[in-house]
């Protein structure tokens, strides 16, 4: 097997590129550790394959791209589904992009057979073409395929911004997998992190397009791989990964599937709605929003629509998972779901349907999206906000009470999509060109801090944030190098600040086993074990490809520009889930009652203590010595 990295270096200001070789082993192992150092020399955005692309290994095929985030302001990591198989194609392990292009531009790289990679970057008329057919991200991919696409001889991928990535700093790179020439409805997203803000606005790139016809060595012995899955788990491949996939295909004991299905089916009084506000509602009123609006409602809907039809497909890769779950031309994720669902007080697929997909089509991170939206909502209904100030016309119905989960539901959305068009449009008071948390920051001086105290998101340095993770554990709170993944621990347990610090450390170092091998973490329950036995095998380097993971989240780590929780929301979030664990859950841990007792004294004290904590377990296990 080929044991060097062949990274392609781009300069979209000169178009001037060239292919640098960098052995496999330590340092660089992957398209993190090597992402990680070309971005500190380059500035550069970096789009790369895991060294086992292409081979037979599922959820092999993930599309790793790195760089310094616009949003959260140090360096992420953000993840494609599937489009690594195409990008492997090329014969490449990782683009690298550097320059700024004098003109809004698309960049085309083809390779057929053995000739060397064809490099183009030839200018669009990009507003034209995101305001015609489908709009937005859609339209430009669309745009790119009808241009150039017949110029490949296999399909191709497109990765591709939308208006998003101009006017704001959370803009995503979206993509939708080619089969045998025709788009399909499953769209996949770099989403976290604003990569697509990057890609456009520091090296005027709007489009990628990629294909080709090379055929690498990749691995392909099936005995082989079956022998090391014998020997770890007694199971051949194909059987422990479809074992290992379960909830994402179909969860018998709920019978339902995907993060969707799954999480909805549990959540119970964990369930977040109307902008966190449901922290503060009796685990009574929680379990009755979460009985009458989702399970009989909004997840009924999912079951029946995508479910039992079994209306569901893959990221583009052959995989047991077939974790996008459809209806039509909607792809149903837990995430973007949830903050664009009951989070912005939406629980009708329909209504989601309809704020989703814009979002979507105007290239947001969704998530992200999601939850400033929701923020936004709750500025309306308490009147911290006016319509006008927004450039809407509508006030939302936040409140369970008298709620009608289809007709509010869809009143809700609707503010939703021109609270969008109004961040699009910068209309308003409504500038996010640097963040919803310096946005927030200012309004709260010229308004008062009561504007900026529902806003919930995680801080990074000045001006860095991140809507967290849907989940109501400290974890989705933590200060990690890098959030909004899953680089912490999103449990529901309650641990000590130090040492749920030490468990983010941890679980930090097993998604980088992945990401830096380009695998798709619904593949974990084999890929975090089995991954470096691979490498061993193939390589010899077992021991080296784990101490260089420890390497690279030290070296991460070392930029982890935290900040402690600003608004008052977050701060609740922490102490209304001790308070839960003690209450609703029962544990009479002594740590637990300490920690309750401390927030009751003095919440704002004792959340910076918290954090702090938090803060000394992770340091503590992220030192390289």
């Known amino acids: 097997m080929d044991a060097q990295q062949k990274v392609l270096f781009v300069d979209a200001g000169s178009t001037f590129y060239r292919i640098d070789k960098f052995p496999v082993g330590q340092p660089f192992f992957g398209p993190v550790d090597l992402g990680l150092h070309l971005a500190g020399r380059h500035n550069s955005l970096n789009i790369g394959a895991g060294l086992l692309a292409g081979s037979i290994l599922p959820g092999s095929n993930r599309l790793i791209i790195t760089g310094f985030s616009p949003c959260w302001g140090g360096f992420y990591i953000s993840t494609m589904g599937g489009a690594a198989l195409v990008f492997d194609n090329l014969g490449l392990n990782m683009l690298s992009v550097v320059g700024k292009a004098p003109r809004t531009s698309i960049l085309i ?32 991919v669309d745009h790119v ?43 996949t997203w770099a989403g976290r992190g604003g990569f697509g803000s990057k890609l456009l606005k520091d090296h005027n790139i709007a489009a990628i397009i990629y294909g080709g016809t090379f055929v690498d060595e990749d691995f392909r012995n099936r005995k082989v791989a079956d022998q090391w899955f014998v020997d770890k788990y007694n199971k051949k491949l194909k059987a422990k990964d479809f074992e290992a996939t379960t909830k994402y295909r179909f969860e018998p004991r709920f019978e339902t599937g995907g993060t969707f299905g799954v999480n909805y089916a549990t959540l119970g009084g964990k369930l977040l709605f109307f902008n966190y506000r449901s922290i503060h509602a009796s685990e009574e009123e929680r379990l009755e929003v979460h009985d009458k609006f989702v399970v009989n409602h909004y997840l009924k809907q999912f079951n029946e629509e995508t479910i039992q039809p079994r209306e569901q497909g893959t990221c583009g890769e052959p ?15 837990y995430e973007p779901y949830q903050t664009m669902g009951p989070l912005a007080g939406v629980f009708d697929q329909r209504a989601a349907e309809k704020l989703t997909h814009h979002a979507d089509m105007y290239g947001f991170d969704a998530i992200s999206a999601g939850g400033v939206v929701s923020w936004l909502m709750e500025c309306l209904a308490e009147r911290l906000l006016t319509p006008d100030e927004l450039g809407v016309t509508e006030r939302p119905a936040f409140s369970a009470q008298g709620f009608d989960v289809v007709a509010d539901s869809m009143h809700n959305a609707e503010l939703g999509v021109a609270l969008l068009d109004s961040i699009v449009e910068q209309r308003g008071v409504l ?127 070392s930029r982890n520009s935290s900040g402690s929780w600003e608004s008052e929301r977050s701060i609740d979030f922490v102490y209304t889930f001790l308070k839960r664990k003690q209450t609703v859950d029962g544990v009479t841990d002594a740590e637990l009652a300490r920690w309750i007792e401390r927030f009751t004294a003095d919440k704002r004290e004792a959340a910076l203590s918290f954090w702090y904590d938090m803060h000394k377990g992770v340091l503590e296990s992220l030192k390289e010595f």
Request: glycine fraction near 12%; proline fraction near 6%; hydrophobic fraction near 40%.
């Open 109 to 140: 790289l083809n390779r057929s057979g053995g000739e060397e990679v064809e490099v183009k970057i030839v200018p669009v008329e990009l507003h034209r073409v995101w305001s015609g057919g489908r709009r937005g991200v859609y339209a430009l």
């Open 145 to 187: 395929l009808d241009r150039f696409g017949d110029q490949y001889a296999t399909d191709p991928r497109v990765l591709a911004v939308g208006p998003a990535a101009e006017v704001t700093d959370f803009g995503a790179i979206g993509s939708i997998p080619i089969v045998n020439g025709r788009l399909t409805h499953a769209d």
């Open 319 to 333: 995989c047991a998972a077939v974790c996008k779950k459809m209806h039509g031309e909607y792809k149903k994720d």
């Open 431 to 557: 500038n996010l060109q640097e963040g919803a948390r310096k946005f927030a920051r200012q309004l709260a001086r010229d308004k008062g801090k009561e504007i900026l105290d529902p806003f919930v998101c995680t801080a990074f340095a000045r001006k860095g944030w991140m809507v967290p993770n849907q989940y109501w554990t400290p974890g989705a709170l933590s200060p990690m190098p890098i959030m909004g993944k899953y680089f912490m621990y999103y449990g529901y347990e309650f641990m000590p600040p130090r040492e749920l610090g030490r468990r983010n450390a941890e679980q930090m170092r097993k998604e980088l086993i992945l990401d830096n091998m380009g695998m798709c973490r619904f593949h974990r329950a084999w890929g975090e074990g089995m991954l470096p036995e691979i490498i061993g095998s193939l390589y010899g380097l077992k021991d080296e490809f784990l101490a260089g993971i420890g390497v690279t989240a030290s070296r991460i780590n």
